[in-house]
């Protein structure tokens, strides 16, 4: 081929390769563009919440005795009234009946003693001092200063887990027959040891002896007065001693132990089987319309919020319902992130009516707290942000042409960027390519 032809197609080449190119250069351009917007820039801070109650009760026992039978499971709802246990107190019952006997008794005396001679007097008397120093006796061994009724009382229930837990270790490992029952009886009869001592210790054995202490010196300041206003003085003692015993009366005639409202059972303090004495706590419930939510706020933001602020609450449906902030803690606390690093935090409460009736404490939600951190601002995506030799400049897009133009920026919240100079509304900026 000769040389002048070679030159040709070369040009022609060069030629057409420059035609494409500013054919390419003249096609307009396509970006991922959007345009500056004005309005109230918001901060949107996310927290869990958990579901908690403020309104509680304890359920306690009413009676002291051997818990036959736990009506309540965790969780369960309850009506006002519901009796949740059986409690055997036949036992208790009968130490009652026996005290209210020997007060009878020492009632009967004082109305004898009025038609009293004076031997007979003398000899009461030296009887009532007996038995006033082996009540006073009994009661010291048992309240006094070094009494010894709490003591056996630690002692029995130490005794009687120890046997629990040697017979359930034998039934686990197989242990049958002679062995199984030898264990079963050693811990029936410590259960009976604790439940005796559990009685001897009881406010009511207490009140007992201070009653009948109380009896013993009514009748020997009776017989003393004998004779001098003695009539009077009969009908005081008396009366006194009718009082204990209608307390003790009171005391048999305890109620059964019921639920104070409707509400669900929030934990079970007992189980069957447990000996329980009066006022025990027995289980913990909640009303189901008490509800509020707690989550935990970095202290660097506490001071952006007030009570009475609205927040916007995802339910795990996705729907979204509002409430308020009630309650924010003037104290922090140091708990552990979920990156495992320590913060103080403070507790703050919210209130809101519209939680769906299946939810209740234990259930988490997240917790919208919004506010406003700039009025009427101009604003661009983050990403629209370029550096240009060390100043912050976008590209604006204007008659299919982009030109890098500089701006100043303010704020920075939820992905936007406060645009404080060089960017006016509605101008189309470019966002970088994803």
Known sequence: MKKSVKIVIIVLVIILAGAGAAFYLLQPQEFNTVAVTKGDMEEDLELKAAITTNDTAVISSTKTGLLTELKLTKGAAVKAGDEVVNIDDTEYQNQLADQIKVLQKQKAAVYTQGQSSQSEIELRQEQLIQQMASAQHDYEMMFGEKGTAAIDVRAAKFAMDEALANYEAADDAGAKGATLDSLSYAYAGAAAAYQKAELMNSAT??????????????????LTDNGNNGADSIQLAAAQIQDSIDSLKREQDKKPVTAPFNGVVSEVLVETGAYVTENQPIARLFRTNGYELEAWMLTEDVMNYKTGDPVEIALPDGSLVSGSISFISPMAEERMSSLGVEENRCAVKLSTTDLPEQMGPGYEVEVHFKRVLRENALSVPVSALVTEDGVTCVYVVADGKKTLVPVTTGVYSGGMVEI??????SDIVILAEE
């Open 205 to 222: 054995n207490k009140f007992y002896y201070q009653s009948l202490l109380a009896a013993y010196q009514i009748q020997f300041e009776t």
């Open 420 to 425: 404080i100079s060089g960017l006016q509304e």
